[in-house]
Structures are given as C-alpha cells and as structure tokens.
C-alpha cells in the first residue's frame, strides 16, 4: 500500500557527481523524517544522511560535505545530491522514511535499493 522507489544509480569516476531520488507512493498523508543508508557486499547498512520533517539534516562522517539530502514534500520524493565522489561510497543505496497514512502515524518503509558505483 505505500512503496518507495529509489532511482538515479549508476557507473560514475571518481570526483564526479549522480543524483539519486527516492518517491514514495501509495495512500500518503504527510512524510515524517527520511533517510538515505548503503550497504555494501559483506558490509552492514550504515546511515548516509537523514532530514527530519521539521528540516533537521544529520550526514555520516565519511559524507560531509560531499552529499546534500533534500526532500520536496509535494511530490513525496527525497533526494541525494552525491558531489565528489569516491570509489569507498560504491554501495547499493536505500532509501527510508517515516510516512503517516490512514492507520499509522509514522510507517517505517524501505526502498529496494539502487546501486552506485565509483570507479575509474
């Protein structure tokens, strides 16, 4: 009943930049806090980035400075704006997010992932 879509993964060079989105569809009524995690082979998920409904962002160490996390909650899309890129940030990526439907004031709902990878 409610689905997230991640899009905007691919092969980029080092230094260079992808956009990923993340809507979500569904019966809808608001989107609460949202985030981005990776996962690479044999790794555990870690948190990327995350932007609270009240616009709060929070970035893991290793992405500072480099990604941007942004949310247009009239089209229930967040985003991840990934500058500068590293062969380390090749990951499948997953997006989350907290959205209030009919039942439920805050349903936790994952993506199913798209890949990036860096490397030249």
């Known amino acids: 009943q409610v689905q997230l879509v991640e899009s905007g993964g691919g092969l980029v060079q080092p230094g260079g930049s992808l956009r990923l989105s993340c809507a979500a569809s569904g019966s809808i009524l608001s989107i609460n806090a949202v985030g981005w995690y990776r996962q690479a082979p044999g790794k555990q998920r870690e948190l990327v980035a995350t932007?609270?409904?009240?616009?709060?962002?929070n970035y893991a160490d290793s992405v500072k400075g480099r990604f941007t996390i942004s949310r247009d909650n009239a089209k229930n899309t967040v985003y991840l704006q990934m500058n500068s890129l590293k062969p380390e940030d090749t990951a499948v990526y997953y997006c989350?997010?907290?959205?209030?439907?009919?039942?439920?004031?805050?349903?936790?709902?994952w993506g199913q992932g798209t890949l990036v990878a860096v490397s030249s």
């Open positions: 989350n997010a907290g959205v209030e439907t009919e039942r439920y004031r805050n349903l936790e709902v």
């Open positions: 932007f609270t409904s009240g616009g709060d962002t």
